[in-house]
């Protein structure tokens, strides 16, 4: 096939233990699935079925080892969201709860920054989010650990700290909504394609940062991320 311009790189992540890298193809998120983290941002933490929004591939920045990212444009209130990402291997469409790990690849630590000031507004005059949440250098994400090296985690503590003073602390285990639930409802509305990943939400603790931060991400068992927010 011959291109009219030079494609754009295929952003990947490096996987635990091997040579080969892990292509991504897209990103869902899932929207408000720690109860104390919907409750700071008021909204009520009842077990309402999960939502999804989307961060480009482009968002997605390979943070194996401690990165520089520059503090994005647009925004005074810069924060982070801590998360679990989930990695799909097999895709499916309709996929069951029971069978929902089976197309789980593997596991890694991620973050989700947000100009949260660009968030609310948009979602207060009810236009879409996507500069709140889906610009370029927003999803930071670790190594991956395959599901079949590790298992398929149902409680870790998830951690981080900015500056070394710690902002975010919780556990895998207060998700709303389990991996497996997120899979099979998200297979409902889009057929799951190898490649996706899937980052599971924040707990409470979210708050702002600014240039010259450094943010240390940590899910037990899954290693942790490093990242210094640069002028």
């Not at 983290?37 to 077990?47: C, F, L």
């Not at 924060?79 to 069978?99: K, N, S």
């Not at 996706?196 to 899954?222: F, H, N, S, W």
Request: glycine fraction near 10%.
């Amino acid at each position: 096939m011959k291109l009219a311009i030079d494609a754009p790189p295929l952003p990947t992540l490096a996987i635990a233990g091997r040579d080969e890298r892990f292509p991504v193809h897209r990103v869902f998120c899932v929207g408000r699935n720690y109860a104390a983290h919907a409750r700071e941002m008021g909204k009520d933490p009842d077990r309402e079925p999960p939502f999804f929004f989307m961060k480009p591939a482009a968002a997605v920045v390979d943070a194996a080892r401690p990165v520089a990212v520059p503090y994005p444009s647009k925004t005074t209130n810069y924060q982070h969201e801590i998360e679990l990402v989930v990695a799909i291997g097999r895709g499916g469409r309709d996929i069951p709860v029971a069978t929902a790990l089976d197309h789980v690849y593997g596991y890694a630590v991620g973050l989700d920054m947000t100009r949260r000031d660009l968030q609310l507004q948009a979602r207060d005059q009810g236009r879409p989010w996507e500069f709140g949440k889906s610009f370029a250098m927003s999803a930071p994400i670790g190594v991956l650990h395959r599901a079949q090296d590790i298992g398929h985690p149902a409680s870790a503590a998830i951690t981080l700290s900015v500056n070394g003073q710690p902002r975010q602390a919780s556990d895998i285990a207060k998700l709303i909504w389990s991996v497996a639930e997120c899979v099979a409802q998200l297979s409902d509305y889009e057929t799951l394609q190898p490649g996706d990943l899937i980052m599971t939400g924040t707990p409470e603790g979210v708050k702002a940062v600014v240039a010259g931060d450094t943010l240390r991400g940590e899910i037990a068992g899954l290693g942790s991320i490093e990242m210094r927010v640069t002028g």
